[in-house]
């Protein structure tokens, strides 16, 4: 079984600063992508930012230059650093990872419960 659990939403004004994080556990062999999506009341989930497991990132459009994702692959844990936020970023943040859960599995795509992130004066 694995599990992602994403912590550090909350509400922030605009511009503000926000980093929230996810650890995965559970009975993981290796992860290839861990990132981060959202949504938005009404709207379609949609991808924010994704990291490989050698580094490489995509990002939305609407994030790039604002937002940074990190990875400690030692704690199979995702981070991502929001910067002048704005009100439509406010969305519940999705932790994503696609794993293999043993060495002979295929890919695997997890999800976590996700996390508010409003912002608003």
């Known amino acids: 079984q694995v599990q992602l659990v994403e912590s550090g939403g909350g509400l922030v004004q605009p511009g503000g600063s926000l980093r929230i994080s996810c650890v995965a556990s559970?009975?993981?062999?290796?992860?290839?992508?861990m990132g981060w999506y959202r949504q938005a009341p009404g709207k379609q989930r949609e991808l924010v930012a994704l990291?490989?497991?050698?580094?490489?990132?995509t990002y939305a459009e609407s994030v790039k230059e604002r937002f940074t994702i990190s990875r400690d692959n030692t704690k199979n844990s995702v981070y991502l650093q929001m910067r002048s936020l704005k009100p439509e970023d406010t969305a519940v943040y999705y932790c994503?990872?696609?794993?293999?859960?043993?060495?002979?599995?295929?890919?695997?795509?997890?999800w976590g419960q996700g996390t508010q992130v409003t912002v608003s004066s």
């Open positions: 990291m490989g497991s050698g580094g490489g990132t």
């Open positions: 994503n990872a696609r794993l293999r859960r043993t060495v002979v599995s295929d890919l695997g795509n997890y």
């Open positions: 559970g009975s993981i062999f290796s992860i290839n992508t």
